[in-house]
Each structure stands twice: as structure tokens, then as C-alpha cells.
């Protein structure tokens, strides 16, 4: 039963949403069947044991719900199957909706207008005013549902009023404050589209683009929209990641971004956390490392506030990018205290490989190079780029404890993986082999051959792409001093 969407489904809900699926499925109003309970429950019970729900038999199920004797059907059973993931997709939306007071409010309003519940119409849109002042969501999406409210609202007045013979047309027609909502809406996600296209023509080497979006900038920039924070926020990551560099708009957006952040939701927040950090990285890898602590710094907000963390997991690579980063400002112990408590939320598939290597990378800023090969030798990656970063720091490790035969061995097995790795790119393999050939290079050379080791720093220097070119660059210096 492992490809059941029922049982993906259930994979991916909290203890919390479990429990509270299960009194959906108990409300009469939602569902009459037992037997959904019944499916529901043995499901559960092996999620909650530890066991993969995926293994259990259909045949199985059936007994429990039909009995033992009655015969299995197949396609009943697959019809049962089906019909409890569509109260799944109930209750998700039905969550959805208790979490968004804005659409909560428009669809209420709906239904009075259905129904003509005129005499209710005061105190709904009384309720609705008092909403909209204690809402603390400001992203693009709130400003397109008070244009919904603002359109309901408009209908209902004109429906009151019909019927009243009583028209107040200053009070009814609030066409100026619904246009704004939706221009507000329309300009800040064109915006954000425009941003997330200019991330991944950045990181794709692409060259895409959005009609019309100069007029979308200059309308960003008009004295009626500048002041909204997702139009401000979202025209200050477009600037910054057009014009490279740009540190004087980084900070401005730096400022506004932590002022503003609560107004979004957490998927959103770590979108946007996602575009400035991934700018920090990119000024950092080009020679400006003060950036490094821009990244680290922004991530440390993203966990404060709770935004890093999604559906209690945390990604290998932001999980990695925080201990690089934490050990690139020297804070050492805070990376460890990180480690320690933060390991629970990767995925139980990859945790122990990434503990592994963020604590050898901890050895290694720790200078304890046996302990970095000790964590890393015996230790299974099966990401790419993780297997890249472990065979780097590996050999590293060799080099400063001057075991050559074993780093030999390192550089013939590395260039065998980069040889049959597939999913790497031709320029990325080549920033590895330089790694490789360089640091034999360095290995080879005396260290009273000042001559030679002279011409390898030039050869290094001008190669625009090694991986840990710096380390490479203070290594041949070392053995210069010794010359």
C-alpha cells in the first residue's frame, strides 16, 4: 500500500493535525463511515510506533474494517482508499481556511448576500473593520483579499440600499480603496515574480524575462506605492540583485526587512530570507567576506523567529550553510550548541552523514584533523554535493597531517568520481580538478624549490575558479616562508 496518496499524505502531518484529522472524521457533519476511522486509525498507530504505514497490507485494512471473512475487493478497497484522501484534502483546506481570517470573512459575507441576511449586514461589516485593524499579515496577498472585502462590502451596500430606496453614494461606492488593494496586490507580486526570475537566471545561467515589468518598477517607485512594505521590500531585492554589488541598497532593504518581517507568513518569510541570504552568499564568494556574517545573520533571525524551520524539518543545505558560516565568524561553541540542537529536524534519512560532517568541519576550524577523518571516513553521502564537500575536506585534512599515501589515493578516487558524476556540470567538475591538480602539485614540490613554488602561485592566482583557492594560496606561502 506504499503508493497510496493517503498514505504520503499522512507522512507529512504533525502530531497536532494527526490528532485533530482523526475528530474530523469523527464529526458527523464530515463523514458517517466508520470504516474511514478504522483505516485512518491503523495508519496512524504505525506512524506513531515508528513503523513505515506505507508496509501495511490492503488486505489487511479490509479484515479489520469487512472482517476476516468477507472477501477482499480490490476495487472497493481502492475506491475506500480514494474517498478518505478526499476527506484529507477536506480537512487540509478546511485548516487553510481557519488560518486565513481575511477569506474566512470574504466567504462569510458571500453567504450573507446568498442568503439576503440584510439585517446582519451591520454588524458583519462592523466586524470585518475591527479585523482589518488587528491583521497583522501586510504581504501582497492581504491587500488582494481586502479587495475582495472591499468589493463584498460595496455589494452589500448597494443591496441594502436597494432595497431601502436610501442610496448615500459617498459611503457605498468604495471603488478608490478597492482599486488601491488590488494595485497594491498586482505591483507587489509582479515584483516578486520578478525577483524569483532573477534568482534563477542568476543560478541557471538563464536568460528570461517579464513584459512590462520597467512600468511595474516605476509605478514600485510612485509616491502612491513606495510606502507599502511587499512593494518596498520586493523593488529593494530586484535593485540589489540587478546591480551587483549594490551594498547601499542591501542595507536600506536590510532595515525595511527586519522592520517588516512579521507581516508575512512564515512561507513567505523564508522566501524572502531565501533571496537575501542566497545575495550575502554570493557577495561573500567574491571577495567580500564581511557578507559571510550578513548570511549568518539573517539566519539566525530566520530562527529566532521561527521562519527556518518548515513542517518541523530544516534543509541539509541551509543546516550546512549555518555551521560554515557560524565557523567562518569564529563562533565556534554557538556552532556546536547549533548542531546539538537543531540535528531533530533533519530528515532521519540524512541526519547522521550531515552531523557527521558539520562536526568534522567543527574539527577541522578546531585544527583537530584526525577527528575531521575519524567523523568522515566511515560515512555513506549519497548527495552530491555533500560527497563533494567531504572528499574536499578529507583531502585538506590529509595534506595538513602529511599523509601522503592516503592522500594520493584521495586524488585518484576523487577524479574517478568526478569522472562518472553526471549531474555536474563541466565548469563545476573543473573548479575540483583544479583542487586536485594544484594541491599534488604543492605536495610534490620541496620546500626549498622557491622557484617552482613561485610559478604554482601565479598558476593559482590566475585560475579564476578552484575550490579553496585561498587554503591553496596560504599553503604555497607556508612553504615559501620555509624557502
Known amino acids: 500500500m506504499k503508493d497510496r496518496k493517503i498514505t504520503k499524505a499522512l507522512e507529512k502531518l504533525t502530531v497536532y493535525e494527526l490528532n ?32 513505515d504505514p506505507g508496509q501495511i497490507e490492503s488486505r489487511d485494512v479490509w479484515a479489520r474494517i469487512y472482517g476476516a471473512e468477507s472477501p477482499y475487493n480490490d476495487v472497493k478497497f481502492r475506491k475506500l482508499s480514494s474517498d478518505l484522501f478526499a476527506l484529507f484534502e477536506e480537512f487540509i483546506t478546511q485548516k487553510e481556511l481557519d488560518n486565513d481570517g481575511s477569506e474566512k470573512l470574504r466567504l462569510l459575507m458571500k453567504a450573507y448576500t446568498n442568503r439576503n441576511l440584510s439585517d446582519l449586514f451591520g454588524s458583519l461589516i462592523h466586524h470585518i473593520e475591527y479585523n482589518k485593524k488587528l491583521h497583522q499579515n501586510k504581504n501582497a496577498e492581504h491587500y488582494l483579499n481586502m479587495y475582495n472585502i472591499e468589493r463584498a462590502i460595496m455589494d452589500i451596500n448597494f443591496h441594502d440600499n436597494t432595497i431601502s430606496r436610501k442610496v448615500e453614494m459617498d459611503k457605498v461606492l468604495n471603488v478608490e480603496e478597492m482599486s488601491y488593494n488590488l494595485d497594491v496586490f498586482f505591483i507587489a507580486e509582479k515584483l516578486r515574480s520578478y525577483c524569483t526570475l532573477l534568482s534563477w537566471n542568476q543560478t541557471f545561467k538563464l536568460n528570461k524575462k517579464i513584459i512590462g515589468i520597467d512600468v511595474i518598477l516605476k509605478l514600485a517607485q510612485s509616491p502612491f506605492f513606495k510606502d507599502y512594505p511587499p512593494i518596498a521590500i520586493y523593488y529593494l531585492i530586484s535593485v540589489i540583485k540587478s546591480h551587483e554589488g549594490n551594498t547601499e541598497d542591501y542595507y536600506k532593504l536590510k532595515d525595511l526587512l527586519i522592520a517588516n518581517l512579521h507581516h508575512f507568513d512564515k512561507k513567505e518569510g523564508k522566501d524572502l530570507l531565501d533571496l537575501v541570504i542566497g545575495y550575502c552568499i554570493g557577495l561573500a564568494n567574491k571577495n567580500l567576506p564581511e557578507f559571510g556574517g550578513e548570511a549568518l545573520a539573517w539566519y539566525k533571525i530566520g530562527l529566532e523567529r521561527d521562519i527556518i524551520i518548515r513542517d518541523e524539518h530544516i534543509s541539509p543545505t541551509t543546516f550546512r550553510n549555518i555551521v560554515l558560516y557560524a565557523l567562518r565568524e569564529g563562533e565556534i561553541e554557538w556552532t556546536e550548541i547549533f548542531i546539538q540542537e537543531y540535528a531533530k529536524f533533519l530528515d532521519p534519512s540524512v541526519r547522521e552523514s550531515n552531523v557527521n560532517f558539520s562536526l568534522a568541519r567543527v574539527e577541522w576550524y578546531n585544527k583537530n584533523y584526525k577527528k575531521v577523518i575519524q567523523l568522515l571516513a566511515y560515512t555513506d553521502y549519497k548527495e552530491v554535493f555533500q560527497a563533494l564537500l567531504s572528499r574536499t575536506l578529507l583531502l585538506l585534512s590529509y595534506y595538513e597531517l602529511n599523509e601522503t599515501e592516503s592522500l594520493e589515493s584521495l586524488f585518484s578516487s576523487f577524479k574517478l568520481y568526478l569522472d562518472r558524476e553526471k549531474t555536474l556540470t563541466k565548469q563545476r567538475k573543473e573548479q575540483y580538478y583544479s583542487l586536485i591538480k594544484f594541491t599534488r602539485a604543492l605536495t610534490k614540490i620541496q620546500s626549498s624549490n622557491k622557484v617552482k613554488l613561485s610559478k604554482l602561485k601565479m598558476e593559482i592566482e590566475k585560475k579564476e575558479a578552484i575550490v579553496n583557492k585561498n587554503w591553496l594560496l596560504d599553503k604555497t606561502d607556508e612553504k615559501l616562508i620555509k624557502a
Open 20 to 51: 485533530s484529522f482523526r475528530k474530523f472524521l469523527l464529526s458527523p457533519y464530515f463523514n458517517q463511515n466508520e470504516a474511514f476511522v478504522i483505516f485512518f486509525d491503523m495508519l496512524n498507530e504505525a506512524k506513531r510506533t515508528g513503523k
